[in-house]
C-alpha cells in the first residue's frame, strides 16, 4: 500500500460497490444505504433507504465465522437489486419486456422486474460454478490419476481457479461500460479512504488517495480462492483418515466444494477483517498485497466527475435516511422512483 494511505485516525466501515455510471456505499452505524448514479445530462440522482442488517433481527448472524456466509449471500442478492435500482435510476430498462419475460411472471405471479433479477441471479451461480468448481474440479480428476498427493491436486485445482478468475477479470475490463464501472470502483475505493482519513469529501482530497483498498470484495475473492485450498486438503487427508477415500471423483470434489463454501466464505470473511483493521506491520501488508494487487484488474483511475458521483454517495449513507435529501450539494438530486427525465 501507498504510505499517504497508512494513516486513517478514525476508521469507518464504510463501503460501496461500484454500478452503471454510478457509486453504492453503504453505512453499518447509520444503517443506510445510498446509490448515486450521474445522467447523460450531468445531473446527479441520489437515493438512500434504510437498511437494517440480518445481525440485528436474528444476533446468531452476526457471530464470528457464521457472519461471513451470511455476509456472501446477501451480499449477492444486494448487489444485483443495487444495480438493478441503478439502471432504473439513468431510466434505461424502459425498454419492452420479452414475451419469454411476460410469460415467466404470469406463471410465477410476481413482477417482471422480480423474474428478470431472479433469473440473472440462477445464471450468475450457474456461471460461477460452472467456471470456479467444475472447471477445477474436472482438472483435478484428470491429474489425480497421475498424481497421489491430495495436497498438490487441491494447490492445482486452487490454481486453476485464480488464473480463470485473473483471466475472466483482463477479458470483460476490455469491455467499455465495464471499464466505467472500474473508474467508478476506484472512485470508491479513494472516497472510502477520504472518509476513513476524516478528511473534507472533496475530489481534490479524494484523488490523492489509492484505488487499492483492503476491504475490497475482489480481495474477499482471492482469499476465498486460497482458503479453499487449505481447507480441501486438510478436508480430504479427514475423508482418506475416517474413511480411507484416497481420491474423490469429479462428482465428489465437486459436491465437496460446495459442502465446505459456507467454512471458506466465513475463514474469509474473518481473515479479511482481520487484516484490515490489523494495522500495517510487515506481515499484515505481505498478506494483503495478493489481493491489492488483484485489484488493479477490477479498477481504473477515476476522473474528477466520478469522484463527486462517489461522494454524493458517501454524504447520503453518513446523513442516515431521514436527512439525506437535506443540504444536498449543487448538481445532486434526490431520485424520485418512476422518473423519466
Same mark, same amino acid.
Given at each position: 500500500m501507498n504510505k499517504k494511505n497508512r494513516a486513517c485516525p478514525i476508521y469507518k466501515d464504510i463501503g460501496g460497490q461500484a454500478v452503471m455510471e454510478g457509486v453504492m456505499m453503504q453505512s453499518p452505524q447509520d444503517e443506510s444505504q445510498a446509490i448515486a448514479v450521474r445522467k447523460p445530462d450531468g445531473r446527479i440522482l441520489v437515493t438512500c433507504k434504510h437498511r437494517e442488517p440480518l445481525s440485528k433481527?436474528?444476533?446468531?448472524?452476526?457471530?464470528?465465522?457464521?457472519?461471513?456466509?451470511?455476509?456472501?449471500?446477501?451480499?449477492?442478492?444486494?448487489?444485483m437489486s443495487t444495480l438493478d435500482e441503478a439502471t432504473q435510476m439513468l431510466g434505461i430498462t424502459d425498454e419492452e419486456p420479452s414475451r419469454f419475460e411476460i410469460w415467466l411472471s404470469k406463471k410465477l405471479g410476481a413482477s417482471i422486474d422480480k423474474v428478470v433479477m431472479a433469473v440473472a441471479m440462477v445464471l450468475a451461480v450457474a456461471l460461477s460454478m460452472f467456471l470456479f468448481v467444475m472447471i477445477p474440479s474436472a482438472v483435478a480428476t484428470a491429474l489425480g490419476k497421475f498424481i497421489s498427493s491430495r495436497l498438490l491436486l487441491n494447490l492445482i485445482s486452487g490454481c486453476v481457479r485464480i488464473a480463470i478468475l485473473i483471466g475472466y477479470m483482463v477479458a470483460i475490463g476490455f469491455v467499455p461500460d465495464i471499464k466505467r464501472v472500474f473508474q467508478y470502483h476506484g472512485a470508491e475505493h479513494k472516497t472510502v479512504y477520504c472518509n476513513e482519513a476524516d478528511q473534507p469529501l472533496t475530489p481534490e482530497n479524494a484523488r490523492k488517495f489509492s484505488r487499492l483498498h483492503p476491504?475490497?470484495?475482489?480481495?474477499?475473492?482471492? +482469499?476465498?480462492?486460497?482458503?479453499?485450498? &487449505? *481447507?480441501?486438503?486438510?478436508?480430504?487427508?479427514?475423508?482418506?483418515? $475416517?474413511?480411507?477415500?484416497?481420491?474423490?471423483?469429479f462428482v465428489g470434489r465437486i459436491l465437496r466444494s460446495i459442502c465446505i463454501l459456507p467454512l471458506v466464505?466465513?475463514?474469509?470473511?474473518?481473515?479479511?477483517?482481520? +487484516?484490515?483493521?490489523?494495522?500495517?506491520? &510487515? *506481515?499484515?501488508?505481505?498478506?494483503?498485497?495478493?489481493?491489492?494487487? $488483484?485489484?488493479?484488474?477490477?479498477?481504473?483511475?477515476p476522473d474528477d466527475e466520478m469522484l463527486e458521483v462517489a461522494i454524493a454517495s458517501m454524504k447520503a449513507a453518513k446523513a442516515g435516511y431521514a436527512h439525506y435529501g437535506e443540504n444536498l450539494d449543487p448538481g445532486v438530486y434526490v431520485y424520485q422512483a418512476g422518473e423519466n427525465a
Open positions: 433481527k436474528h444476533p446468531w448472524m452476526g457471530k464470528p465465522f457464521i457472519r461471513g456466509c451470511v455476509n456472501m449471500v446477501t451480499m449477492l442478492k444486494m448487489g476491504r475490497c470484495g475482489t480481495a474477499f475473492l482471492f +482469499l476465498v480462492m486460497f482458503i479453499s485450498i &487449505l *481447507i480441501g486438503s486438510v478436508i480430504d487427508q479427514l475423508l482418506f483418515l $475416517l474413511f480411507g477415500v484416497a481420491k474423490l471423483s466464505a466465513g475463514v474469509s470473511y474473518e481473515v479479511l477483517k482481520g +487484516l484490515a483493521h490489523a494495522g500495517n506491520s &510487515l *506481515i499484515v501488508r505481505i498478506l494483503r498485497w495478493p489481493g491489492l494487487m $488483484l485489484q488493479y484488474l477490477t479498477t481504473r483511475e
